[in-house]
Nanobody, 116 residues
């Protein structure tokens, strides 16, 4: 029932910025923790960022801390990932997820490619 649709990916040069969006439906959005993961070809899916519900506390992977910012708009049922100072190492498919009571839903992903 939970549907997550990522958008905003694309091709950008190193040093550039992108903002990813994840539109959620089929859930009470404000009751879910939301997160972003990414997966490069041949690599494991890795944690990028999370944001909780009520206090909007956040956490980031060390590799993106200081460059990426996660935020949410509960009125729009949307979570965002602002990505600045992008590096080729950030190239991956980025996935949105939603978590409640340890049940996790995933979106299909959006491709981010950073050229040097």
């Amino acid at each position: 029932q939970v549907q997550l649709v990522e958008s905003g990916g694309g091709l950008v040069q190193a040093g550039g910025s992108l903002r990813l969006s994840c539109a959620a439906s089929g859930l009470i959005f404000s009751s879910y923790g939301m997160g972003w993961f990414r997966q490069a070809p041949g690599k494991e899916r890795e944690f990028v960022a999370v944001i909780n519900t009520r206090r909007d506390s956040t956490d980031y992977a060390d590799s993106v801390k200081g460059r990426f910012t996660i935020s949410r708009d509960n009125a729009k049922n949307t979570v965002y990932l602002q990505m600045n100072s992008l590096e080729p190492e950030d190239t991956a498919v980025y996935y949105c997820n939603a978590v409640q009571d340890h049940l996790v839903s995933w979106g299909r992903g959006t491709q981010v490619t950073v050229s040097s």
